[in-house]
Every structure is written in C-alpha cells, then in structure tokens.
C-alpha cells in the first residue's frame, strides 16, 4: 500500500482537525468524509479536496474504494461504528475514549482481534515529545521507582460549557492523564475513589478529581477542572509531576511558549498539539496520524499503545465515576 485512501467519519470541531492534517500527507488521499449534514460534508469537501461525501456513515463504509478511516464522533457512537467499520475491512483510527464503558470497549477489542485491517485508539499524549522523554527517562531509570503521581488537566469555564452535555471532565480529559500514569508505572490500578462537584446545570459536573493506588505501590491523583475563569490565558492547564524513590520529572503542557498581549488580554496560543504554519497543521496530532499511516504502508499494526490499553483506561475512569457517585472507594 503507497498510498492510504483514508475517509473520515464524523466532521465537528476534532474530525476538522482530521481533516486539515491528513489532507496534504504525501502518503494519503482524503478520499471521502461523512458526516449527517450535507452542507457541512460539501464545505469540507471543497476545503480538504475530498471527492466523496456521505450522509450517512454506512455508506461510506461499503465503499470499497476506501482503506482506512478515521471515527471521530461521539464517544457513544464509537462501538456500533468502529465494528462496523472493522468488519467492512477498513484500517480504523478511532479517537479516545475507546468507548464510554468496558462492556463497549471488550466488544471492540474482540473485532479488532479478529479484523482484517489495524486498529488504534488516538491517546494523542503518547506522541506528544514532553511526554515521551519522560518515558524514556522513567524506563532509563532516571527516577527509580515511582512512587508518586499528581496530573492537572484543567479547562476554562467557556470551553467547556460546549461539551459538558455530551462527556465528563474524567472521561473526557482524565483519560489522558490515566492513561500516561498507567503507560509510565506498567501497573495495574488496584482501587479507585473519586469526587466530583457540580457548579452549572449541564449533564455532566463540572470538576472531576479521582485518586488511584497501583498493584507498583505509586499512588496517582487527577485534577480535571472545567470551570477554570473565563478569561484565563490559556485553553488547557495540562501539568504532571511524577515522583520516583531517585528524582522527579515535571511536565508542563500548558505553557505553549508563546504569549499574546492584544487589546483583549494575555493569550497563550497551541503550539504544540494541532498549531496552523504556513497553511499546515503541524504538531502532535499529525505526529499521531503520521505513525498510524505509516504503519498501514509498512503493514505493521500499530503497538505505540495497544486495543487493551485503551480498555484498561476506560476500566480505570468507569470506576472513578462509579466512586464519585457512590462516594465510596472501587476495587478495581
């Protein structure tokens, strides 16, 4: 395979973003997109060059003209599509969370198992460069043994307001950070117990935090707070400090090392994970896509993270919000 004939399914805010990227890959023809509006399909369709829309996602699917896609929809919609998907023989990346529930998440991983194409869950943080050096240095032994681990992943209140009906602030950015302790430690979370707060009225509360003690002995806490000022200079507060019985490492993902002061205020713009340079959008998520594509071409299946790991993220955050509505502790 030269070149991936790739289609996207699912067009809002992050399937745009799929879409901008992967257009002017070498390796890749945007080759048809789906999404349920029509006009929406034909203004990115005459932005990107895709020759194909489809309003209904099935349909692009039975195209046998198309290898690989990418789903990027509401986390509800993710099983029944992605199946689908990978029993019509496409290669599949599907973005985090794999799915809302372990139940969703074993159906997944038992059609990836038996799938003709590859499959890989977009835990966009793995590729990102501050988190894979802490990586190598943990796995170098720089630090020794963790011991400890505190994420923040915080958001304003404004950005948030647009997605609290639809995801949580655990589900839908504690599962980064989870996964990152998870990927960093190699262990298995034993017990789980979480809080949440609401401030709005939306379906989902405002303020999740849960706290973890591995099968290694680390314990890890996460912050995910989507009520930060509104005026707050930058879209995402992301930090980690991660402790070892040697040293410590500090990742700082929220300072994009740039500042703009306008009229408005101090605003720190993304740098890092999907910035636009010179009509291109470079950084992290297309350091993602690009891995991913490249294992189609090489016929490699993807092994940066695994089906199973981004299940076992999902184990972890199910509980944390069983704990949080229980106010008890759960044993993983």
């Not at 990115?44 to 929809?73: E, P």
Request: charged share 25%; net charge neutral; with cysteine.
């Amino acid at each position: 395979m030269q070149k991936v004939r790739y289609g996207i399914i699912g067009l809002g805010f992050f399937g745009e973003k799929h879409a901008e990227v992967l257009y002017d890959m070498p390796n890749v023809e945007l080759a048809a997109i789906s999404t349920r509006r029509a006009d929406r399909c034909k203004e990115i369709a005459q932005r990107f060059g895709a020759k194909k829309t489809y309003t209904n996602y099935k349909d692009l699917l039975a195209d046998k003209d198309i290898d690989a896609v990418s789903i990027v929809t509401h986390v509800d919609d993710h099983r029944d599509m992605t199946i689908e998907a990978l029993d019509a023989g496409k290669h599949v990346f599907l973005e985090k969370p794999m799915a809302p529930n372990v139940k969703d998440c074993d159906a997944i991983v038992t059609a990836a198992k038996k799938a003709k194409g590859y499959f890989m869950v977009g835990h966009i943080c793995r590729f990102d460069s501050r988190v894979a050096q802490a990586k190598k240095a943990v796995e170098d032994g720089v630090i020794g043994k963790i011991v400890s681990m505190h994420a923040t992943r915080n958001l304003p209140a404004n950005i948030s307001a647009g997605v609290l009906d639809k995801i949580s602030p655990l589900m839908g950015d504690g599962i980064h950070d989870t996964d990152i302790m998870l990927w960093l430690t190699k262990s298995k979370v034993k017990t789980v117990y979480a809080q949440n707060v609401r401030v709005r009225n939306f379906k989902n509360p405002d303020i999740g935090w849960a706290m973890y003690t591995f099968e290694g002995g680390a314990v890890g806490v996460i912050e995910t707070v989507w009520y930060l000022p509104e005026n707050t200079p930058y879209a995402i507060d992301a930090r980690m400090e991660i402790i070892g019985e040697k040293g410590a490492i500090y990742i700082d993902a929220g300072n994009s090392g740039l500042i703009i002061n306008d009229s408005t205020g101090f605003h720190k713009p993304d740098t890092v994970y999907w910035p636009g340079f010179f009509g291109k959008r470079i950084g992290v998520l297309r350091t993602e896509l690009d891995y991913f594509i490249t294992c189609l071409v090489n016929n490699k299946r993807p092994d940066i993270i695994t089906p199973e790991e981004s299940k076992m993220a999902v184990e972890v955050i199910e509980s944390a919000e069983k704990s949080a509505a229980t106010g008890k502790v759960v044993t993983l």
